[in-house]
């Protein structure tokens, strides 16, 4: 997560946001699937 200067969210959520996004499962631990075996994509996303 990458915060940015716009006007989006409030400060609070942006925070509140980032801290959820921290602390999600991994993947690979939810889903019981070997590390070796996983590939992740994903995206770079401002709030």
Do not use: H, W
């Not at 980032?18 to 993947?27: D, G």
């Amino acid at each position: 997560m990458v915060a940015n200067l716009r006007k989006g969210l409030g400060r609070l959520q942006d925070r509140l946001f980032i801290l959820l996004a921290k602390n999600a499962a991994n993947p690979t631990d939810f889903y019981q699937i070997p590390p070796g075996r996983v590939l992740e994509m994903g995206a770079q996303v401002s709030v």
